[in-house]
């Protein structure tokens, strides 16, 4: 059985905090890296996150995020601090092909994604 499941988001004032939580099953997670994705209405999905030997952060996350992963629990969770009014999306986790490339996903042709959990600034 595979499954990814989000939880965790919600509606925050601008400059507060979430944490997202992430539950995931199935072999094929286990020796990849793992991260999370959000994405905005009108926008291709983005990765803003990893976790595998090391943490690598998008440019518009850096500095106010934290992605932590425990690999007893098969879990991934993203501490994002000092939320902005361009962070609500719908946000996922997913395995991460290339840590280091923060650009388009779907080249990579991932097609499993869970539901996801909505995000959502206000001010």
């Known amino acids: 059985q595979v499954r990814l499941v989000e939880s965790g988001g919600g509606s925050v004032q601008a400059g507060g905090s979430l944490t997202l939580s992430c539950s995931y099953s199935g072999r094929i997670f286990n020796a990849h890296a793992m991260g999370w994705y959000r994405q905005a209405p009108g926008k291709q999905r983005e990765l803003v996150a990893s976790?595998?030997?090391?943490?690598a952060y998008a440019d518009s996350v850096k500095g106010r995020s934290t992605i932590s992963r425990d690999y007893a629990k098969d879990t991934v969770e993203l501490q994002m601090n000092d939320l902005k009014p361009e962070d609500p999306a719908v946000y996922y986790c997913?395995?991460?092909?290339?840590?280091?490339?923060?650009?388009?996903?779907?080249?990579?042709?991932?097609?499993?994604w869970g539901k996801g959990t909505l995000v959502n600034v206000s001010s």
């Open positions: 997913n395995i991460v092909p290339n840590p280091s490339y923060f650009g388009d996903p779907t080249i990579y042709g991932m097609e499993f």
């Open positions: 976790s595998f030997a090391k943490t």
